[in-house]
């Protein structure tokens, strides 16, 4: 403990901590952070978690504008303007917390403590800051409980319910593989410490395949690219399982020592032959039939499987298919062979260790249902919404929806935020949080393995505060922990370590990174292997909840109306919407040519793209990188990045995915419009 504080800001001289980044990006990096005078002058890589190499993304490495920046959230603030003005008073935090303690004693007593729906997601991965102080203080009041199925929803279904969340491949293991699959996955943007490994093996000779609708940067240099239509990954999938069992080269000795409903998916698979999912997926047949030529005989095959396919009604059945690949081709026991998923649950940690409060009986909200829960939910009402590590205006299907929910004048709303969000804008009181720079914290990587300290190299930027601080100490008011019982400075720290498994708290506190399995170069079924209740690979896992049946595929949702589809991947700009405010300019929507001359429309054109929900307003840009049919936004846009203040979620659904209940991002279907030449 000693030698965490003494690394504590020091408010003269010149000093470079050491610390790690928890931001929603599966490579966790460690970083070198250098502050002089208090003040950040330098945020880059250092080499301390093997896999960060040194560098660090162009986002982190600025990370500065956002902290010192103009929508810097810096004192406890409320509403002084109508919902949505973002006009507000400057308050003490004494009276902010005294308001928000009163308005959730109130809510209990109007409508009972379900009325208060907690509303959070990945803003902020952490161990300490996500789901723990937090958590324990909406279980001890008997707030809603939030089904965080926002992302990862269906992933994480289906790599549970077939392998136990087995820890995947690392990324250095990459550089081995004679075949690499990248699946709805773009590392380029979305964790860039993968690209070198897979430059690396594609140097020694190995083959890239990526299926994605778009032609990504790992596209451009794949040797095969298959760009499929969103949401058809299922059928993909299944045809090359079933072109597997019909040619022989299904590993029937591998299934039938650790697989279970093999017969089950295999004839399911029956119902795909290539020409059909081809057809179905809009790609070459021959490309599909390489595809499976080369997987069939590569070793070591591995498939890197993003989330690109989860977000789509049929996102499970299209994970789970994947999923299934290497087991059916018996692609493990070699290092480089197998495949990579979240690596989340790999720690061993688990949420239930660290919060010790039971969860009470109480409603369950989907979050991805939150326009309707504000708007339209009456036993009881949603009466309070305290959102914190999430900007759901801009990041939560069903845009216009949630804008008027969070309209509504009896709806009570805390924002608890680093920066003026658009969401921020509709709060009825605004509490401003630090950053990772600013605060202890725990960072897990979900791709790297990379378990590591997160520590506070400057003060923290006005009045602002860490969250378990700030939920500690409504606690107190609200009677749910003794008073005198607030956590010191690292005190959550603390508490959280005792609490981790395993070796975990003693190397993170001595400055080392965490234990990982296999040293962070598992060995899929050598080094570890599934943690189903049986051990085995569940193929066809019946008990996952799966209301219109395992591996039902449902067709596209085109109308003639609104033809094409609209996906909105991650950017290199942003994650997730966070650093959204720094965005200059006006976002674009990539269109195809042949779709762009359909419409007449010139690279730079002002658009609108409209459908029943919503419409944005952008520019466009015409280009062979993604598939005819298919366009695209940028996830995580804020109101300035267009010209109305609308984003994608404004044309998304919130229809829910096949199971697990996950967001359809990828699914909206839209038309498309010019509205000004260029
Ligand atoms: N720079 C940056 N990094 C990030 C993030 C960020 O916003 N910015 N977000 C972080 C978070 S929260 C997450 S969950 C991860 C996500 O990491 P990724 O899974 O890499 O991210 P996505 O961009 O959602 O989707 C990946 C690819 O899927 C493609 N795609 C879309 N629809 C389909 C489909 O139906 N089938 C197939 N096969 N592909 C499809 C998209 O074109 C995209 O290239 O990244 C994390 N890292
Ligand atoms: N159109 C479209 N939208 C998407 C997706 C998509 O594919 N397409 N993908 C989605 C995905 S993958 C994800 S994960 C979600 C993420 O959606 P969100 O959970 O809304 O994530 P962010 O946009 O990063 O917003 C997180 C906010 O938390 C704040 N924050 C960070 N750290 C802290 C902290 O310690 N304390 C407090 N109080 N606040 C903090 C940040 O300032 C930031 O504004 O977005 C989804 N939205
Ligand atoms: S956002 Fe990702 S790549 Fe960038 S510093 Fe953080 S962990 Fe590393
Ligand atoms: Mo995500």
């Known amino acids: 403990m000693s030698d965490l ?84 008073d400057r308050v003490s935090w004494d009276e902010a917390l005294t308001l928000i303690a009163d308005a959730m004693d109130e809510a209990r007593r109007r409508f009972g403590a379900e009325s208060v729906l907690p509303y959070h997601y990945g803003g902020s991965n952490g161990v300490l800051t996500n789901d723990f102080e937090d958590a324990r203080f909406f279980r001890r009041f008997g707030a809603s409980h939030l089904a965080r199925t926002l992302c990862a929803a269906p992933t994480g ?129 021959a490309d599909l039939r390489t595809f499976v030529d080369w997987y069939a005989t590569s070793t070591p095959a591995v498939i890197r499987c993003g989330w690109g396919q989860e977000r789509s009604r049929n996102g499970g059945g299209a994970t789970l298919a994947i999923l299934a690949l290497p087991a059916v081709a018996g692609k493990f026991k070699v290092r480089g062979g197998g495949y990579t998923m979240s690596n989340s649950a790999a720690w061993g940690i688990t949420a239930e260790a660290l919060i010790d409060v039971p969860a009470p009986p109480v409603r369950t909200v989907n979050m991805n249902h939150l326009g309707r829960a504000l708007t339209e939910y009456r036993d009881p009402p949603v009466a309070m919404l305290f959102v914190y590590n999430c900007n759901p205006l801009a990041t939560v299907p069903h845009q216009n929806l949630v804008q008027r929910g969070l309209e509504r004048e009896d709806l009570f709303t805390v924002v608890f935020e680093q920066v003026m969000t658009d969401t921020a804008a509709y709060a009825d009181v605004l509490l401003p949080a630090t950053t990772f720079l600013e605060h202890y914290d725990v960072a897990k990587g979900y791709g790297a393995y990379h378990l590591h300290l997160v520590q506070p190299v400057i003060a923290a930027v006005g009045e602002s505060r860490p969250n378990h601080e700030v939920f500690r100490e409504l606690g107190v008011r609200l009677g749910l922990v003794a008073d005198g019982d607030e956590l010191g400075e690292a005190g959550a720290l603390m508490d959280a370590a005792a609490r981790l498994p395993g070796p975990h708290a003693e190397t993170l506190l001595g400055g080392r990174p965490g234990v990982a399995p296999g040293d962070g170069q598992p060995i899929q079924f050598v080094d570890v292997h599934p943690r189903t209740p049986d051990g085995k690979v569940h193929l066809f896992p019946a008990a996952l909840d799966a209301p219109r049946g395992l591996y039902h595929y449902e067709a596209d949702p085109a109308t003639p109306a609104y033809p094409l589809s609209l996906i909105s991947p991650a950017s290199e700009h942003t994650i997730s919407s966070t650093l959204g405010e720094l965005r200059p300019g ?40 993604i598939r005819p049919g298919t366009v695209a936004l940028p996830k995580g846009l804020w109101r300035q990045s267009t010209f109305n203040g609308s984003t994608a979620t404004a044309l998304v659904p919130d229809s829910l995915t096949d199971i697990a209940g996950g967001a359809c991002f990828n699914d909206a279907r839209v038309q498309l419009e010019l509205l000004a030449r260029h």
């Open 157 to 285: 279904a289906a790599a549970t319910a077939m392998y136990g969340r087995m820890a995947g491949v690392g990324y250095s293991d990459y550089a081995q593989a004679r075949l690499i699959v990248i699946w709805g996955c773009n590392p380029s943007a979305s964790g860039v410490h993968l690209v070198s490994h897979i430059n690396r093996a594609q140097a020694a000779g190995a083959r890239v395949v990526v299926v994605d609708p778009r032609r990504t940067p790992l596209a451009r240099k794949a040797d095969l690219h298959l760009p499929v239509r969103p949401g058809t990954d299922l059928p993909v999938a299944l045809s090359v399982i079933n072109a597997l069992f019909e040619g022989g080269q299904a590993d029937l000795a591998f299934l039938a020592e650790h697989a279970t409903g093999v017969e089950d998916l295999r004839r399911t698979a029956r119902a795909w032959p290539i020409a059909r999912a081809a057809a179905e997926a809009g790609i070459a047949p």
């Open 586 to 625: 006006i976002a674009r929507v990539k269109i195809n040519p042949d779709d762009a001359r359909l419409r007449s429309i010139a690279d730079g054109d002002a658009v609108r793209i409209f459908n029943d929900l919503g419409e944005v307003h952008c520019e466009a840009t015409v280009t062979p990188e």
């Open 5 to 88: 504080v003494a690394t504590r800001p020091k408010t003269w001289g010149r000093s470079t901590v050491h610390t790690a980044c928890p931001l929603d990006c599966p490579d966790s990096c460690s970083l070198d952070v250098t502050v002089e005078r208090g003040k950040l002058v330098r945020i880059d890589g250092n080499r301390a978690a093997a896999s960060t190499e040194g560098y660090i993304c162009g986002k982190v490495r600025r990370f500065d504008r956002r902290v010192y920046g103009a929508k810097r959230l810096r004192y406890p603030a409320v509403r002084a303007g109508a919902k949505g003005s973002g006009r507000f």
